[in-house]
């Protein structure tokens, strides 16, 4: 097993906190069984929870074995902790839907094979067998008031006016029972996650302590933000970047971090990358020379889209990002275009009009890129004007299938920024 785990992750940033020190020790000299759960409120993990699978894939890398939580059960309540609001209850074709497409997701990410395979479990699979007396008596009685309602994810919410119910205030309980549980059949030992969710862990530490008399530990990793203090994962336009690449392509991911500040890139390798921490450094002052070459960000977005689409995904961003460096666009499918393109104008025409040959002018000056046709005049005879990249030589060019980038659409360039995807239909 990999020594000076604990110390790597120090240097990284990794721990903001630990429930007792000695854990640090263990990380480095022993094999534990570790848990971090995901409630499945979508059927797409997004890049902010993809620090704690980062981190999940680092302890495996060292000898420990991972132990991915579903909650099947507490999905169906939602977690107050991070929230100003309750959450809206799923239904539970939705949330099994939601659980099978992360852990497809998860099954890409960890090692499922070997001594310490991950495994994924779901709390609903134990939570189901409770009666609500049975719970109350057996697990209930052993929480205090006082305790719970000293939780900071608790306190925020009474003092608020969205207040909280009982439902979302007994959240604690069912994810302190979820540690028990797998400390008892799993042996799992040590819970990990997101600094809100220290509350969460603690009170599943004090609950393994007085239902098995077993020792167990927490470690919480910090919040991801950017230079600004915003929170990891939105784009500019406020869209969530979704793991899945039906939901977000690995272009969109790969322009998002590639539009990562220079105040944060260095702790994202740190955070998301298993560059080595030389590596990083090199970058690091790379960056403090030439920023405007911008290499950490081009790293940083390659090594996570590769991590998380593979190669195939990663070709694809590369290749979409030479799109808007004048790369003919050509053989791609009509997903990709309107992904790619999907902040650009777009327009629909009649395929008849194309199936008959269609003067470039006439479908010009359709677009938002011209007021005119005697403006798409101008511009196609300073040759200004572009189909998939390709000058338009002539202003009698005629508009065909041949044109097509994918099945259906065509991308138009004005000069060497302005675009507007064409689409026949």
Same mark, same amino acid.
């Given at each position: 097993?990999? $020594? ?5 992750? =120090? ?11 000695? +854990? ?7 094999? +534990? ?16 929870? =993809? ?13 420990? *074995?991972? /132990? ?5 059960? $507490? ?19 939705? +949330?099994? !839907? ?9 099954? *890409? ?61 007994? /959240? ?14 799993? &042996? ?18 004090? =609950? ?5 008399? *077993? ?10 933000? !950017?230079?600004?203090?915003? *929170? ?28 990562? !500040? ?6 994202? +390798? ?91 002018? &006439? ?33 009698? /060019? ?24 064409? $689409?026949?239909?």
């Amino acid at each position: 097993m990999k $020594t000076k785990v604990c110390e790597d992750f =120090l240097q990284r940033g990794l721990i903001e906190n630990v429930s007792h020190e000695e +854990l640090k020790e263990k990380l480095d000299g022993e094999s +534990l069984a570790f848990y971090c759960g995901y409630d499945p409120t979508a059927k797409s993990l997004q890049i902010g929870n =993809l620090f704690a699978v980062v981190t999940m894939k680092r302890l495996q890398l060292a000898g420990h *074995k991972p /132990y991915v939580l579903v909650g099947g059960a $507490t999905g169906m309540i939602g977690d107050p902790s991070g929230k100003s609001a309750e959450r809206n209850l799923l239904d539970e074709k939705t +949330l099994q !839907d939601n659980i099978n497409g992360q852990t497809q997701q998860l099954k *890409k990410l960890l090692d499922f094979t070997g001594n310490n395979a991950a495994v994924v479990v779901n709390n609903f699979d134990w939570m189901s067998g409770f009666s609500y007396l049975e719970f109350l008596r057996d697990v209930g009685k052993r929480f205090r008031l006082s305790e719970m309602l000293a939780k900071d994810s608790v306190k925020s919410r009474l003092n608020s006016d969205a207040g909280i119910s009982y439902t979302e205030f007994s /959240y604690q309980i069912l994810q302190a029972y979820d540690f028990a549980y797998l400390s008892k059949h799993h &042996d799992v030992c040590l819970q990990i996650g997101g600094g809100d969710q220290w509350g969460n862990i603690t009170a599943g530490i004090d =609950l393994t302590r007085k239902l098995h008399s *077993k020792q167990a530990y927490g470690m919480v990793i910090p919040l991801v933000t !950017d230079g600004n203090g915003k *929170k990891f994962g939105k784009s500019e336009g406020g869209s969530t970047i979704f793991l899945d690449p039906d939901m977000t392509s690995p272009y969109q991911m790969y322009q998002y971090l590639m539009n990562s !500040d220079d105040l944060s890139v260095i702790q994202y +390798l740190k955070y998301f990358t298993f560059l080595s921490l030389e590596e990083i450094s090199k970058l690091e002052a790379i960056t403090k020379e030439t920023p405007h070459l911008r290499e950490a960000q081009k790293v940083l977005a390659k090594e996570v889209t590769l991590y998380v689409h593979g190669q195939e995904g990663l070709d694809s961003a590369m290749q979409a990002t030479q799109f808007f460096f004048g790369g003919k666009i050509e053989n791609i499918s009509d997903k990709e275009v309107h992904s790619i393109f999907a902040d650009v104008p777009s327009i629909e025409l009649k395929k008849d009009d194309l199936d008959q040959e269609l003067n470039v002018l &006439d479908m010009l000056a359709q677009t938002p890129l011209f007021k005119s046709k005697g403006e798409a005049r101008r511009s196609v005879t300073q040759k200004g004007v572009y189909i998939n990249n390709n000058t338009i030589e002539a202003v009698d /060019y005629m508009v065909s299938s041949s044109d097509l980038a994918s099945e259906s659409s065509l991308v138009l360039r004005k000069g060497k920024k302005n675009y507007c995807v064409v $689409t026949f239909k």
